[in-house]
């Protein structure tokens, strides 16, 4: 089990939860990681990493899975300026590579925003540390561990 996946079970049963975590084929996309838990595209979601300009962190947004995020909404909720987060940055601050970003489990606290559509479901899924793995979590339950946002930042 690689370290990213030991971090986000340990952060979810910290948490006091029992994860279900299931290993997936390659999700390259939300529609991938859809149909290999079998599930609406717009109950995964993506962990998409911003770099803000002016404080030089990644800021976390948790987008539905059938939606996109807005720049400048982004920017406007972030407060500030935000530029793409590279791989160094994201796996510095986050502990994650880019495709596996987990919204749990970071080495450094980070600021998060959560698309008001996932609160549509009673249970969504997200990236469990690895391309391969995948969580399932009471939408409202993630927005307490993330200590999320949640605004709308999508088109």
Known sequence: MSKSLKR?????????LDPEIIETPMARTAADAARAVDCDVDQIAKSIIFRGEETDSA???LT????????????????????????ALVRTQTGFAIGGVSPVGHLNPIRAYMDP??????R?????????HVFAIDPMRLV???????IDFTI
């Not at 986000?8 to 006091?16: D, F, K, P």
């Not at 899975?65 to 935000?82: H, S």
């Open 8 to 16: 986000v079970r340990a952060a979810l049963q910290s948490a006091g």
């Open 59 to 61: 800021i976390l947004f």
């Open 64 to 87: 539905a899975g059938g939606n996109r995020v807005d720049a400048i909404k982004a920017a406007a909720v972030a407060g500030e300026p935000l530029g793409k987060a590279d791989a």
């Open 117 to 122: 559509r996932l609160q549509d479901f009673a």
């Open 124 to 132: 969504i899924w997200a990236a469990a540390g690895t391309p391969h």
């Open 144 to 150: 307490q561990l993330c200590s999320a946002q949640i």
